[in-house]
């Protein structure tokens, strides 16, 4: 499974759509694509236009979002507490904390956002 972080996702959906290839390159190859709760606020307060809110529910339906929950959080809180520098994170941490208890890859545009999260394997 691939988990989408909030910077792939807007680049996939969103103005010229730079990374809808490596999206379509995904699902192609038969892996299992997923959002959760967190990236999906995030997508969310952003200016959406209707076409990219209806492409966001076409490819990850609000029914099938994944929450975030207990396992999720206190994974999150672990890693902020033994990270270095995690003020500010706190978003970040959770998506990776997602992605790690569900045993996914992070799909990111921004991997130095997650490079010092231990365990956590980014999809290219």
Do not use: C, K, Q
Request: zero cysteines.
């Amino acid at each position: 499974m691939i988990h989408v972080d909030t910077s792939a996702l807007i680049a996939a959906l969103t103005g010229a759509r730079t990374a809808a290839p490596v999206l379509r390159g995904f699902i192609s190859d038969g892996l299992r694509m997923a959002i959760s709760t967190p990236v999906l606020y995030e997508w969310d307060r952003g200016p959406r236009t209707a076409e990219e809110r209806d492409s966001r529910e076409i490819l990850f339906p609000s029914d099938a979002i994944f929450g975030f929950g207990l396992d999720d959080a206190l994974l999150a809180a672990e890693l902020y507490r033994r990270m270095a520098r995690p003020r500010g994170r706190e978003i970040d941490i959770a998506i990776a904390a997602y992605a790690l208890t569900n045993g996914a890859a992070l799909w990111t545009l921004n991997p130095t956002d997650f490079t010092d999260i231990p365990g956590l394997t980014l999809a290219t």
